[in-house]
């Protein structure tokens, strides 16, 4: 059967030609004719830390932007900061007094480190300009905090709050009890304490909204135990003008792609259930603020599926949180765009204690991108390329790499990293290197290490045994590691080591596996490890040698 050019195409750019190729609106039967500039929405809640797991919604979306460009249009990302979501628990490194600010909006509350105006000012900015210096992702910045308050929603709210009927309405199809006629979707923040969470409307007079400042019960995510926050009893007036409030997360998704004309924006699945906000969102957002549902087709970037982090979603509240400008310091940042872009609608989880396996495969994607390595089936090679090239940050340049998991087992045996060393120990590999390849060896390695002091598993950990264990050893091995000691004083190269390894160990008439889990016996207490030649070239040739002697 025929492959269709559209199932050929990598995710991001079938769905690139779709929002080019939009012609209607989704809930009613009105044309549609795209902006002059498409503008490709990701927005992020503040009210923990942003980390690498929220950055999966960024990278994505710019991935699109990326192919809108490359196919002649005028795009945008916009990054949206959510600030004006109320703190619901202190995030994990975040000072407990902040205990305090419970309720409030993370907009109103200090910078944890004193050097911005805000916590959500700290956090938008450490967020935004790590992706923008560190991932190369270009991106305009909002806070919805000062889009509120400057009254750049105003006139959403207020057509909103003149059609309640209808969203009342649309916001009842997914809900099993309707809501109230009384409802509104606006939420004060109290003129007096300065909660959001604890507002109860009472009443509205045109643009006057009338509140109680009352007690409020919630749970936090994957806690059983509930929060009470004390309301101050404070009865208020909230002027819609002014902005000091926020609307409900449906109303205001509707609400931000109308405002900033939004024509795609993704979200994780639960968002694109049978009853999920998107749907609510896009049915106000057209039949109330006469805008589109920002999404032109069923392509996988809506609906994505979760990111796991060796097995856990990652979370402020858990604490497992790894920040995007923490992880140039971990690992390439090519590694974490690479495996975002990968299959976005499918579960996967990133291994950070295996971080490895995102090299390999960017290694090896580089190969195929270079012609090093073939794969013959065309739509698998169109797919890998095209993987390849959003996952770089800078043009690709073909250079042998240092196997990630030979970098580990260097960043312990050459423990101060010192480049002369590991220079005299690369020249001897099958990893010889030019100078310049040498110098991007040398950034993977120094990274490493950054990663290993914190992931690197116990088990993977190499110690080198000061003095043989006391095991069990034949006259025929004792006399075949006397003999591998004895050649480990010439200056062998890998190659050269690995036959000698096998000539002494066919001249004895030994078991292949069982003669190399003997080595790794007497040298780290293991049964397996890194491959023989190269690991004793980095241990030291001499330092092995004397171990063995004493066998």
Not at 255 to 260: E, P, V
Not at 459 to 488: C, F, G, H, M, W
């Amino acid at each position: 059967m025929k492959m269709k050019k559209e199932e050929s195409m990598f995710w991001a750019d079938q769905l690139a030609d779709a929002i080019a190729k939009r012609k209607h609106y989704n809930h009613l039967k009105k044309k549609w004719k795209n902006p002059t500039t498409l503008v490709i929405k990701s927005s992020t809640s503040i009210s923990g830390v942003p980390h690498i797991g929220n950055a999966s919604d960024v990278i994505r979306h710019y991935a699109v932007v990326q192919s809108l460009k490359e196919k002649g249009h005028k795009a945008k990302l916009l990054w949206v900061g959510e600030d004006m979501d109320p703190l619901r628990k202190v995030p994990t490194g975040i000072p407990a007094s902040f205990k305090k600010y419970l309720g409030m909006p993370v907009a109103d509350i200090p910078c944890p480190e004193g050097c911005c105006s805000s916590y959500s000012e700290h956090f938008c900015n450490k967020f935004a300009n790590s992706l923008k210096d560190n991932f190369g992702i270009k991106l305009e910045m909002k806070r919805t905090s000062e889009s509120y308050r400057k009254g750049e929603f105003y006139p959403s709210i207020k057509k909103i709050m003149n059609n309640l009927d209808t969203v009342r309405e649309i916001i009842n199809k997914s809900r099993k009890d309707p809501l109230p006629e009384s409802w509104i979707p606006w939420k004060p923040v109290c003129d007096k304490c300065g909660k959001l969470i604890t507002t109860v409307v009472t009443g509205v007079n045109g643009d006057k909204v009338n509140y109680e400042c009352r007690d409020y019960e919630f749970r936090v995510y994957g806690k059983e135990a509930y929060t009470r926050l004390k309301g101050c009893g404070h009865k208020g007036i909230s002027d819609l003008k002014k902005g000091n409030g926020k609307m409900g997360w449906r109303v205001e998704w509707a609400m931000l792609w109308k405002t900033w004309n939004v024509v795609l924006e993704g979200a994780g699945k639960e968002h694109f259930m049978p009853t999920g906000s998107f749907w609510s969102a896009g049915e106000i957002a057209e039949r109330v603020l006469d805008w589109i549902e920002p999404h032109p087709s069923k392509n996988p970037i809506q609906g994505y599926e979760y990111i796991m982090f060796d097995g856990e979603k990652m979370s402020a509240s858990r604490g497992n949180v790894v920040a995007t400008w923490e992880w140039p310091s971990l690992a390439l940042p090519e590694t974490l765009k690479l495996f975002m872009l990968k299959k976005p609608n499918r579960e996967r989880d990133m291994p950070l204690k295996n971080i490895y396996r995102g090299y390999d495969e960017l290694d090896l994607l580089e190969q195929i991108y270079f012609g090093k390595k073939t794969l013959q089936n065309q739509r698998e090679l169109n797919q890998a390329k095209r993987l390849y090239e959003m996952a770089l940050i800078k043009k690709p340049k073909f250079a042998k790499r240092i196997p990630y998991q030979y970098c580990t087992l260097l960043t312990q045996a050459v423990p101060n990293l010192d480049p002369k060393r590991i220079k005299v120990i690369l020249d001897k590999t099958a990893y010889k290197l030019t100078k310049s390849e040498f110098n991007v060896a040398m950034d993977r390695i120094n990274l490493t290490a950054g990663w290993a002091k914190k992931y690197l598993l116990k088990e993977d950990r190499i110690v080198l045994n000061k003095t043989p264990p006391k095991i069990s050893i034949s006259v025929s091995q004792k006399k075949a590691l006397l003999d591998l000691a004895k050649y480990l004083k010439t200056n062998c190269t890998e190659e050269q080591l690995f036959s000698q390894i096998y000539i002494i160990i066919k001249t004895h008439e030994l078991n292949n596996r069982e003669f190399f889990q003997l080595i790794y016996q007497i040298l780290i207490n293991k049964e397996r490890g890194p491959r023989l030649a190269p690991f004793i070239l980095a241990i030291g040739p001499d330092k092995v040698r004397k171990i063995l002697e004493k066998t």
